[in-house]
């Protein structure tokens, strides 16, 4: 067992999070997560309608009596989806922690606080994580450079970002971005977070919905096959490398505009590759992190396989590195 600050205050079994994934983090997933101890969210946005998702929280009741979380992520959009009323079905729903990502988390906290909800706020920077602090969130989840999705525009990777942010911050911190195994949880332990947030990696297991061959491109991708959409915009995505990511960064790169991309990086098509598997649809979330995932097991065998391993890594290596008498370990 691995007991944090974190896994006390939210209340989880295992320091490890599935954090919100646009038309991933559905039912079975988060209920997957959930019963193998750790906390899974699911991704509001990913509902058409607030009523869709008050009907996808009851669907996971259905499958785990464990806690789980409902992400809401605010982010530029040409139309705004209905914040509020998405806020207000996660609370109707009974639901005791949210990850709000993007936006301020100040706008929804008092909403979600007066209802007794932990609010866990996810960022990108030492600056709003310590923003999202000082405005009373339960957690942060910190993004690094190296994250699938929005990494900001600061390019700090984990290494620094997660030790930076471990200096200034009296809540529990969760590092998020690159981890897909027990190194990366320890390693993130050490550099000073109370858990680590995946999403690439578990994105590419048996209960995750997107289509196997999705599954089986991160299997077979390596940590160089992302690339990074709307730098011009500064939205920056990291996407997968295909025919569609590369077209959008030659037209950024030539100067084009947002309308010039504007139907290649619709959302639409995004989930066409999701849900048909037909991987150059569109453009498709990933992360670095898909160099480190030969395989897509079940959540209970990834999760119980990071625990046992980071516990083995801690009690074993390195104990013995510090235990050993120099000439021992040259
Ligand atoms: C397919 C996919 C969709 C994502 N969509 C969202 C989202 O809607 N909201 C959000 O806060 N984060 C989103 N993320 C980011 C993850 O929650 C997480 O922060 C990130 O994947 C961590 O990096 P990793 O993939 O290296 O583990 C998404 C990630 C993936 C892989």
């Known amino acids: 067992m691995l ?44 509902q058409p309608t607030p009523d869709d998702l008050t009907k996808e929280i009851a669907r996971t009741r259905e499958l785990t009596d464990k806690p789980f979380g409902v992400n809401l992520t605010i982010l530029p959009s040409i139309t705004p989806p209905p914040y509020e009323e998405y806020r207000q079905a996660i609370i109707d729903s009974g639901i005791k922690i949210v990850e709000i990502a993007g936006g301020n988390p100040a706008t929804h906290l008092s909403h979600l606080k007066d209802h007794g909800i932990k609010v866990l706020h996810k960022c990108t920077s030492v600056k709003h994580a310590l923003k999202a602090q000082q405005v009373g969130v339960d957690g942060v989840s910190i993004d690094g450079f190296e994250c699938a999705g929005h990494p900001g525009e600061n390019d700090i990777p984990g290494l620094i970002l997660i030790p930076a942010a471990a200096k200034h911050l009296t809540i529990p911190m969760i590092a998020s971005g690159g981890i897909a195994d027990a190194q990366g949880l320890v390693a993130a332990l050490a550099l ?80 066409k590759v999701f849900e048909e598997g037909d991987l150059d649809a569109g453009i498709w979330t990933t992360g670095q992190s898909q160099g480190l995932i030969h395989d897509i097991p079940t959540v209970a065998d990834l999760v119980t396989r990071m625990i046992d391993e980071a516990e083995d890594i801690i009690t074993g290596r390195l104990n013995e590195i510090v235990a050993a008498p120099v000439t021992a370990r040259s």
């Open 3 to 46: 007991r944090t600050r974190f896994t006390e205050v939210f209340g989880v079994e295992h320091p490890i999070v599935q954090g919100g994934m646009m038309w991933v983090g559905r039912a079975e997933l988060v209920a997957a997560v959930a019963n193998a101890g750790a906390l899974g969210f699911i991704t509001a946005l990913t």
């Open 192 to 271: 000073g977070a109370d858990g680590v947030n995946m999403g690439t990696r578990f994105m590419c297991t048996q209960e995750s919905g997107v289509a196997q061959k999705v599954k089986e491109q991160i299997v077979a991708n390596s940590e160089l096959d992302t690339k990074l959409i709307f730098r011009t915009l500064n939205n920056t995505a990291r996407v997968a490398d295909n025919a569609i990511s590369r077209k959008v960064v030659e037209i950024e790169k030539s100067g084009g505009s947002f309308d010039d991309i504007r139907d290649l990086v619709s959302g639409q098509r995004g989930r």
